[in-house]
């Protein structure tokens, strides 16, 4: 393997809300390669986009990135950095694509102007050169006459125009790493697919790193070669992407892959992850999953597992990797047996 | 399975029949508001849904499948056409006649986090409904919510509850508990699960299955995840520019999809296992707009169909049956009722040949 663009290790990013520390982020650590496409994936409060925004240093007061979190980019750690070489870093080396493109865009300025204000921001040339840069940019894009479209509003261009605009301007510094978040979430399932393709033809001419943050398993089978599984702040999988779909181990990302149906599947009953996502303000003790596994058994409950070996590049966060006899044991998870399915197992409280 | 099969009770009578549905939304220009055109929103949609069938009507944003679908709630008054509930026609209705009629008509909204009332308990939200249509009062009520919480697999303690306490998916149960709680026969689900995470998702859409198994509820499910709706609807209706371009069982539709649109659009949605190479028919561009559609067939601009001639440019593909139960809008899928010789005065050049790209991937999606 070669040396990694990103490695980030043991980062840890927690809020001090009124209702408690929330531990979002929670010992995380992962590497990116260069020229890689990475998945990050998990379902609302598993902390992927905190992540994602820790990575930039762009969380604001109550959260706070903890001492001893690194995350080493160039041969520096951004936790440490001061804030104007963190400037330097944000959208030159490492650039953002958020999900959704309407509120990513100022609506008072054409869309030229905001991707030639990235590279005049950068000092990287005169205002006429960045403008000739930012229509060049759009063309790149796919975005179909591009000098007339520079001079256009953003309520002007449909919401895949948008989007490519978006990634435009995060190319626009040519950087090593772009982290998109969600970027086809809002989008119809026609110009999701165009966006993908043009995330991997952009990743093949210009060699990028990508880390692709979604909660849908079939883009990210689709778009990446490594995947991160998120549950409770922390990294509960990873594995190549193959390894992942074809023999997940984890009970969650089983649990994740049994319940989304799919096109051309028989149409059985879907399997369902009981309960719902605890807050970060009170993890469970033991594994954080252990009151939603139909594995969990009384060392779940106490013991946090660490993360466990499984196979080359494939690594679980279940104690089931150190007793594999205990998979034959399916059960109901104990906190739902007695109300039935999707009953909270602990507070009602929509964090 | 059979088509049969997937098509209950074919032989009895539609629950709805909806014919001719128009919607157009004027554009309005100056300072007086005259009128500059119109927003085809929907353009002479008609369909019939069965007692205890659920159809889907997906279809990208601005298809007017919402618009549909609140037409049918009366929500939004249609331009024109007939919205035929139970043999009466809800169009004509007076507001007081279909007050009582919302008793058998329900709805279940996209946004659990905007559909409920922050200001009532979750009690009196389902309670709402007995009151109004005089199903039950005092203890009575009480006892009734009770127990649609528990069908709904919540615990009765939660009706002294608000909103703001609960998680996505447990608010989409309570708003599942309030459409049941007058007893309809026919729910608008409008993307109903779209706001939920995968794992609630699944779910809510067996709690959907067994309330219309053990209900016979009829559903129009309103949805653009293709995957999902082909998990839960008997039939599917594709919408696109404010028209239904394909309508068929759920099996024939997914497995042989023959409106050029609808193989485009199953052929974008992503499969979640690595090990499929898909082939891919990419639509470019985007939807035109609704307020200038495109003349003839009004996907013909985006059309990858081989036989696609000047004949789609003029002649509006009317939605015929193509196989029994399987109805497309277009002229050059064979057999069509639009004859080559219309279509050659049309400054048609092509005659109709069937397309079937490969689209469905080979082997069987990875499922756990």
């Known amino acids: 393997m070669p040396e990694p663009l990103l490695r980030v290790h043991d980062l840890r990013t927690y809020f001090y809300t009124e209702s408690g520390v929330a531990r979002s982020v929670d010992g995380v650590s992962f590497e990116i390669a260069p020229g890689e496409t990475v998945g990050l994936v998990g379902e609302s409060g598993c902390g992927k986009s905190v992540t994602a925004l820790s990575l930039l240093r762009l969380i604001r007061p109550p959260g706070r990135i903890e001492s001893g979190s690194e995350i080493t980019f160039d041969g520096k750690n951004l936790v440490t950095i001061d804030e104007k070489s963190m400037r330097a870093v944000r959208g030159a080396r490492i650039s953002m694509v958020f999900q959704e493109p309407m509120t990513a865009l100022n609506p008072v300025f054409t869309v030229g102007d905001q991707i030639a204000e990235v590279v005049r921001i950068h000092g990287a040339g005169s205002k006429r050169e960045a403008w000739d840069r930012a229509v060049k940019m759009l063309e790149t894009v796919g975005i179909p006459a591009p000098a007339q479209r520079a001079n256009e509003y953003p309520h002007q261009l449909s919401g895949g125009m948008r989007q490519r605009v978006v990634i435009a301007m995060a190319l626009v510094m040519n950087p090593a790493l772009v982290i998109a978040d969600e970027p086809t979430t809002a989008l119809d399932v026609t110009i999701q697919a165009q966006i993908l393709e043009l995330l991997a033809d952009l990743q093949k001419q210009f060699g990028t790193s990508i880390l692709l943050i979604t909660h849908d398993l079939g883009v990210v089978a689709e778009s990446v070669s490594r995947v991160i599984v998120m549950y409770g702040g922390e990294v509960v999988e990873e594995a190549a992407v193959r390894e992942l779909f074809a023999a997940a181990h984890h009970p969650y990302t089983e649990g994740l892959l049994g319940a989304m149906p799919q096109v051309g599947q028989e149409r059985e009953r879907l399997a369902t992850i009981p309960g719902t996502v605890p807050p970060p303000t009170a993890w469970p003790a033991g594994c954080r999953f252990h009151d939603r596994c139909p594995y969990a058994w009384d060392r779940c409950a106490t013991e946090h597992p660490p993360l466990y070996q499984i196979g080359s590049g494939h690594v679980s966060r279940c104690h089931l990797a150190d007793e594999p006899q205990r998979r034959a044991e399916k059960h109901e998870p104990l906190v739902v047996a007695a109300t039935g399915e999707g009953n909270p197992g602990r507070g009602t409280r929509a964090s | 399975?059979?088509?049969?099969?997937?098509?209950?009770?074919?032989?009895?009578?539609?629950?709805?029949?909806?014919?001719?549905?128009?919607?157009?939304?004027?554009?309005?220009?100056?300072?007086?508001?005259?009128?500059?055109?119109?927003?085809?929103?929907?353009?002479?949609?008609?369909?019939?849904?069965?007692?205890?069938?659920?159809?889907?009507?997906?279809?990208?944003?601005?298809?007017?499948?919402?618009?549909?679908?609140?037409?049918?709630?009366?929500?939004?008054?249609?331009?024109?056409?007939?919205?035929?509930?139970?043999?009466?026609?809800?169009?004509?209705?007076?507001?007081?006649?279909?007050?009582?009629?919302?008793?058998?008509?329900?709805?279940?909204?996209?946004?659990?986090?905007?559909?409920?009332?922050?200001?009532?308990?979750?009690?009196?939200?389902?309670?709402?409904?007995?009151?109004?249509?005089?199903?039950?009062?005092?203890?009575?009520?009480?006892?009734?919510?009770?127990?649609?919480?528990?069908?709904?697999?919540?615990?009765?303690?939660?009706?002294?509850?608000?909103?703001?306490?609960?998680?996505?998916?447990?608010?989409?149960?309570?708003?599942?508990?309030?459409?049941?709680?007058?007893?309809?026969?026919?729910?608008?689900?409008?993307?109903?699960?779209?706001?939920?995470?995968?794992?609630?998702?699944?779910?809510?859409?067996?709690?959907?299955?067994?309330?219309?198994?053990?209900?016979?509820?009829?559903?129009?499910?309103?949805?653009?995840?293709?995957?999902?709706?082909?998990?839960?609807?008997?039939?599917?209706?594709?919408?696109?520019?404010?028209?239904?371009?394909?309508?068929?069982?759920?099996?024939?539709?997914?497995?042989?999809?023959?409106?050029?649109?609808?193989?485009?659009?199953?052929?974008?949605?992503?499969?979640?296992?690595?090990?499929?190479?898909?082939?891919?028919?990419?639509?470019?561009?985007?939807?035109?707009?609704?307020?200038?559609?495109?003349?003839?067939?009004?996907?013909?601009?985006?059309?990858?169909h081989p036989a696609k001639d000047a004949a789609c440019a003029v002649l509006v593909p009317p939605l015929e049956e193509k196989a029994p139960g399987h109805w497309v809008a277009c002229i050059k899928q064979p057999p069509t009722g639009v004859d080559w010789s219309i279509q050659k005065a049309a400054g048609g050049t092509n005659p109709p040949a069937r397309y079937l790209p490969v689209i469905t991937p080979n082997g069987t999606p990875n499922g756990v």
Request: with cysteine; aromatic share 6%.
């Open chain 2, 1 to 304: 399975m059979s088509a049969a099969m997937t098509i209950p009770h074919a032989s009895t009578s539609p629950l709805l029949s909806v014919h001719g549905l128009v919607k157009h939304f004027p554009i309005k220009k100056g300072l007086f508001g005259k009128p500059a055109g119109a927003v085809r929103a929907v353009d002479g949609v008609s369909f019939d849904v069965m007692p205890g069938e659920t159809l889907g009507l997906v279809g990208e944003s601005g298809c007017g499948k919402s618009t549909t679908g609140r037409m049918i709630l009366r929500l939004i008054e249609p331009t024109a056409g007939s919205i035929e509930f139970d043999g009466i026609d809800l169009v004509k209705l007076d507001n007081k006649q279909m007050r009582r009629l919302r008793r058998k008509i329900q709805v279940i909204f996209q946004d659990p986090f905007s559909s409920l009332n922050p200001r009532m308990t979750v009690g009196s939200i389902i309670r709402e409904g007995l009151t109004i249509h005089h199903i039950a009062e005092g203890s009575a009520a009480d006892s009734r919510v009770r127990q649609l919480l528990d069908e709904v697999g919540l615990r009765a303690e939660y009706m002294s509850r608000y909103p703001h306490e609960f998680s996505g998916g447990q608010r989409q149960r309570i708003g599942i508990a309030r459409a049941l709680a007058v007893e309809p026969t026919f729910i608008v689900c409008d993307e109903p699960v779209s706001a939920l995470d995968v794992s609630v998702q699944a779910q809510v859409i067996n709690l959907m299955q067994d309330l219309q198994r053990d209900r016979g509820l009829a559903y129009l499910f309103i949805a653009h995840d293709l995957s999902v709706v082909e998990h839960i609807a008997d039939r599917v209706a594709v919408m696109y520019l404010g028209k239904i371009v394909e309508l068929a069982s759920s099996d024939d539709l997914y497995r042989e999809p023959l409106m050029p649109y609808t193989q485009a659009l199953l052929s974008a949605v992503p499969i979640a296992d690595p090990a499929v190479k898909k082939n891919r028919v990419m639509l470019r561009g985007d939807v035109p707009s609704p307020a200038n559609p495109p003349s003839g067939c009004v996907f013909h601009p985006r059309c990858q």
